[in-house]
């Protein structure tokens, strides 16, 4: 195996990022030791996310995680396009976690996206990077639009570039006279030809190209095709491993029981009982949890509720969910917004003696992930080496954590990257507790450790999206169109980056005012755009009512002609059959949201039953994300998206009392089943020029607003506060 | 007392104390980790198992209750000459699962389904069908179903 100069590709790419940002980002080292770790005998290295193997076979090394987006299939589709690989004979692995597979190109998207920074990188996108860099991958919705158009074709491009070279070279022809396809050089003149995996060790020698130029869509054969994902078929015959299935000679199995309340410490704990319980091994207590050793998990579950520790409540006993709103309530009306944002001046429009002023509140609670696979992570510590097992967003913050958790140096730690059963934002490392709690009790044992928290544990202590609540408050002039626009939202993070105001109007507030709990809010599937979602579009709904207007009319009047959110919306209402009259009963609800670079819009069909049960008919739904990479797997992800949303929406919600979660397993924390799923979500795709979007998270914010929209249409009651399971009852028309 | 059992066609005797649920006697006893830990309490399905051809969440259920049982996993479904139960082929060609977590138990849920009912009705798919998904790929599980069953999709 041979390594050259063929590391300042991404070199480029590291550069106009570490230029904006000041981070300097993977040297032709790092590079060269990742390769090291990914090439074999007979394997040619182009970049590190690329090899060619002597037998044809093409392997993509993803940087970034697929948690069941389907990015690596995605991400497969875009080099192979641009190398003109033969699509049967293309693998994809999971990167593993070291620095020179570092992900610079998502870095350098978000910059590019935020443009004309200067050399001083706002707080606020530096935390929206890191938010949106380990999810959606797909869907964080990174993984497609920046890896995979910066990093992938460019990769894919440049290793065909100098394939095409060594061609020309072998064949004695000009480039100019030789074709790919399939993984196979052919120059038609004379009749001869070559197989990639013949030339390719000789070709990663040269010297890879700095702007390889890339297709255009009409040239696209794998770009824009439902190509089937290569994961599927171990998802189906149980051969997938997860990280809650490693299993290691001489393996101990741990469950844990964490403080109640967060930031809780554990004051004592009788060990006997536990220990006393057959198959127990080891009882080990951490600042603010216990957990139990066993041969296998459920002696350690068993071991563990034999237990009664005593936890501090770390002055929190006074939390409560119904006052956490009051108190939110308390700081806006006292006026001092942490943030603010807009245009114009609100004040005159509302103090205009003809306008007609409209006021709402709303509010959402904590909403908790839900993964189907509970953390799980295993961790072996011998002669100073942490091995680590586990399924996360980003491997090398893994490594960091665990590393400073075991007071080791990263350089002594390794990680093996697995696959996820679902993250959905909940596995970014920082809001990870068990990584340090992982390696430190992997510190204090002899045996490979995996560590499994059941699903209580997983349900109360979660990193939450926020309960947030928020008043706005808009003018309406005599010519039946909105003047003046205030949102006052209450949260702790600022979401001023994430939400556009897509509606044209001539002043608009937006105030921030901060406030914290001693929850770890932590991003949900579309971050802040699902609350912002629900906020704006239950609201413009209100306007549209109150103006007298049909809301499909009151929004279109109020987007740019001839934009693309005007586009969206046409289409939505004339897919849904928007001017159609609905069945007896039933009532549609209108939303559409931007978030991610993408547009999305959607019509919910909902009816209330006489008990009071909220039923959803229909969703339709249309998509402006630019291009699509794999029209089946955008539908699934928008599919998806809308689903979670549904049930965000109806039933779920976390509460605290007395500082400690209510909430303990799907029995109170309801995920929505198939049966309430309904029958048709049609998916709609628009081609547009515009730069692409994200697919993981824009499904998500539109269904909420648009289901309580669609419950005012056939109620006329109107639904401010989420979830709307226990309100629904009162609600029946 | 080790408990005698059939699994996958092969018989098995385990060793786990007789109220470890059957889950984690073959995931870790067996090593089968195709049955999912999801809820550890019958609310999610992602442990689901066939006990003697019908379905058991087998989270709750005791080894003690599988003594002389017949017990199917996903990893039992394909036949013996390796080919995917047709059941497995629809999922693929609806290209069903995205995390993929809960698909074992949705597929070990349908399998019943069908063999109880052979072409459920929409309805009957909606009543049988319990397990939790969370990254929502329930449409595509009711379109697998009925391409299983050479249903026309609606
Ligand atoms: S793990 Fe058995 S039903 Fe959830
Ligand atoms: S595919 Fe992820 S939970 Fe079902």
């Given at each position: 195996m041979k390594i050259k100069r063929r590391y300042f590709l991404l070199g480029a790419v590291a550069v106009a990022g570490a230029g904006v940002f000041g981070v300097k980002w993977a040297d032709g080292d790092a590079q060269r030791r990742a390769m090291a770790t990914t090439i074999g005998d007979g394997e040619a290295g182009f970049t590190p996310w690329l090899k060619i193997a002597s037998d044809d076979v093409v392997t993509i090394y993803s940087p970034t995680i697929d948690f069941g987006q389907g990015s690596h299939t995605a991400l497969a589709q875009m080099a192979a396009e641009e190398l003109d690989a033969d699509w049967t004979k293309v693998r994809v692995e999971q990167a593993p976690a070291l620095p020179g597979f570092a992900n610079a190109a998502i870095i350098q998207g978000f910059a590019n996206e935020a443009g004309g920074l200067g050399d001083k990188i706002p707080k606020s996108l530096l935390s929206l990077v890191a938010r949106s860099m380990p999810m959606q991958l797909t869907g964080g919705s990174s993984s497609i639009r920046y890896v995979g158009q910066i990093l992938m074709r460019k990769t894919g491009a440049a290793a065909r570039y100098?394939?095409?070279?060594?061609?020309?070279?072998?064949?004695?022809?000009?480039?100019?006279?030789?074709?790919?396809?399939?993984?196979?050089?052919?120059?038609?003149?004379?009749?001869?030809?070559?197989?990639?995996?013949?030339?390719?060790?000789?070709?990663?020698?040269?010297?890879?190209?700095?702007?390889?130029?890339?297709?255009?869509?009409?040239?696209?054969?794998?770009?824009?095709?439902?190509?089937?994902?290569?994961?599927?078929?171990?998802?189906?015959?149980?051969?997938?491993?997860?990280?809650?299935?490693?299993?290691?000679?001489?393996?101990?199995?741990?469950?844990?029981?964490?403080?109640?309340?967060?930031?809780?410490r554990l004051e004592s704990v009788d060990e006997q009982p536990a220990l006393a319980v057959p198959g127990v091994e080891k009882v080990v207590q951490q600042d603010d949890a216990v957990i139990v050793v066993a041969r296998g998990y459920w002696q350690a579950l068993k071991g563990l509720r034999s237990l009664s520790p005593?936890?501090?409540?770390?002055?929190?006993?006074?939390?409560?969910?119904?006052?956490?709103?009051?108190?939110?309530?308390?700081?806006?009306?006292?006026?001092?917004?942490?943030?603010?944002?807009?245009?114009?001046?609100?004040?005159?429009?509302?103090?205009?003696?003809?306008?007609?002023?409209?006021?709402?509140?709303?509010?959402?609670?904590?909403?908790?992930?839900?993964?189907?696979?509970?953390?799980?992570?295993?961790?072996?510590?011998?002669?100073?080496?942490?091995?680590?097992?586990?399924?996360?967003?980003?491997?090398?913050?893994?490594?960091?954590?665990?590393?400073?958790?075991?007071?080791?140096?990263?350089?002594?730690?390794?990680?093996?990257?697995?696959?996820?059963?679902?993250?959905?934002?909940?596995?970014?490392?920082?809001?990870?507790?068990?990584?340090?709690?992982?390696?430190?009790?992997?510190?204090?044992?002899?045996?490979?450790?995996?560590?499994?928290?059941?699903?209580?544990?997983?349900?109360?202590?979660?990193?939450y999206r926020c309960q947030s609540s928020a008043h706005l408050k808009a003018a309406i002039g005599a010519d039946g169109a909105i003047a003046a626009w205030r949102t006052d939202y209450v949260q702790r993070d600022n979401a001023e980056m994430e939400c556009p105001f897509n509606y044209a109007v001539p002043a608009t507030s937006r105030r921030h005012f901060t406030y914290t709990t001693n929850q770890d809010d932590g991003p949900l599937r579309s971050v802040n755009s699902t609350q912002m979602g629900f906020y704006n579009e239950s609201f413009i709904d209100e306007l549209a009512h109150a103006a007298g207007q049909d809301p499909y009319a009151f929004r279109r009047a109020h987007l740019a002609d001839g934009s693309r959110h005007q586009r969206v919306l046409d289409e939505l209402a004339r897919r849904s059959g928007w001017q159609s009259t609905p069945a007896p009963g039933v009532g549609r609800g209108m939303a559409l949201v931007e978030s991610f670079g993408t547009i999305v819009g959607q019509v919910v069909e909902a009816s209330v039953d006489e008990g009071g049960q909220p039923h959803v008919h229909k969703v339709t739904a249309v998509v402006d994300c630019g291009s699509v990479v794999n029209p089946l797997n955008a539908e699934a992800q928008i599919q998806g998206g809308i689903i979670m949303s549904l049930s965000i929406a109806l039933g779920e919600e976390i509460t605290l009392e007395n500082g400690a979660v209510v909430q303990s397993n799907f029995g109170d924390y309801p995920i929505l089943k198939l049966a309430d799923t309904p029958p048709l979500i049609d998916v709609h795709f628009l081609q547009s020029d515009a730069a692409m979007g994200g697919l993981g998270e824009p499904g998500v914010p539109p269904a909420a607003?648009?289901?309580?929209?669609?419950?005012?249409?056939?109620?006329?009651?109107?639904?401010?506060t989420l979830p709307i399971r226990d309100q629904a009852r009162a609600l029946e028309a | 007392m080790p408990v005698a059992a059939t699994v996958n066609g092969q018989a098995v005797a385990f060793e786990s104390e007789t109220d470890t649920p059957l889950l984690w006697a073959l995931r870790e006893e067996l090593g089968l980790t195709g049955a999912k830990f999801g809820c550890g309490v019958s609310a999610c399905g992602a442990c689901t198992i066939h006990v003697d051809g019908r379905t058991v969440r087998s989270c709750v259920f005791p080894v003690s209750q599988a003594a002389g049982k017949t017990i199917t996993t996903?990893?039992?479904?394909?036949?013996?000459?390796?080919?995917?139960?047709?059941?497995?082929?629809?999922?693929?060609?609806?290209q069903v699962p995205q995390c993929g977590y809960c698909q074992s138990g949705q597929i070990m849920a349908a399998v019943d389904l069908i063999a109880r009912l052979g072409k459920p009705t929409p309805a009957q798919i909606d009543e049988a069908m319990t397990n939790i998904c969370r990254c929502g790929t329930y449409p595509r599980i009711r379109a697998a179903i009925l391409r299983a069953t050479d249903q026309a999709a609606e």
């Open positions: 100098v394939l095409l070279e060594e061609a020309a070279a072998q064949l004695n022809a000009p480039v100019s006279e030789l074709t790919t396809a399939d993984n196979i050089v052919t120059h038609a003149a004379s009749g001869r030809s070559l197989r990639y995996g013949e030339i390719a060790a000789a070709a990663a020698e040269r010297s890879l190209p700095n702007t390889p130029t890339l297709k255009e869509p009409a040239a696209y054969r794998l770009i824009g095709q439902p190509v089937a994902r290569l994961d599927i078929p171990s998802k189906v015959d149980g051969s997938a491993q997860y990280g809650i299935d490693v299993s290691l000679p001489g393996m101990r199995v741990a469950t844990i029981m964490m403080a109640p309340v967060r930031e809780g005593r936890f501090s409540d770390a002055g929190h006993a006074a939390l409560n969910s119904p006052a956490i709103y009051e108190a939110q309530d308390q700081l806006r009306e006292a006026g001092n917004a942490t943030n603010s944002a807009g245009s114009g001046d609100v004040d005159v429009h509302f103090d205009a003696p003809d306008a007609q002023i409209v006021e709402a509140q709303y509010r959402v609670p904590f909403v908790h992930h839900a993964m189907m696979e509970p953390f799980a992570m295993t961790a072996h510590h011998q002669d100073g080496k942490l091995e680590i097992w586990v399924g996360m967003q980003d491997p090398l913050s893994v490594r960091k954590i665990a590393a400073e958790a075991a007071g080791l140096s990263p350089d002594d730690v390794t990680v093996h990257p697995l696959i996820m059963g679902g993250g959905f934002g909940r596995r970014f490392p920082q809001s990870c507790q068990i990584i340090a709690q992982s390696a430190r009790l992997a510190m204090e044992c002899p045996w490979p450790v995996k560590l499994i928290w059941s699903r209580e544990e997983e349900v109360r202590h979660g990193a607003p648009a289901l309580a929209n669609a419950i005012f249409a056939a109620t006329g009651k109107r639904i401010r | 996903i990893e039992g479904l394909k036949s013996n000459e390796g080919e995917l139960h047709p059941v497995q082929q629809a999922w693929i060609e609806a």
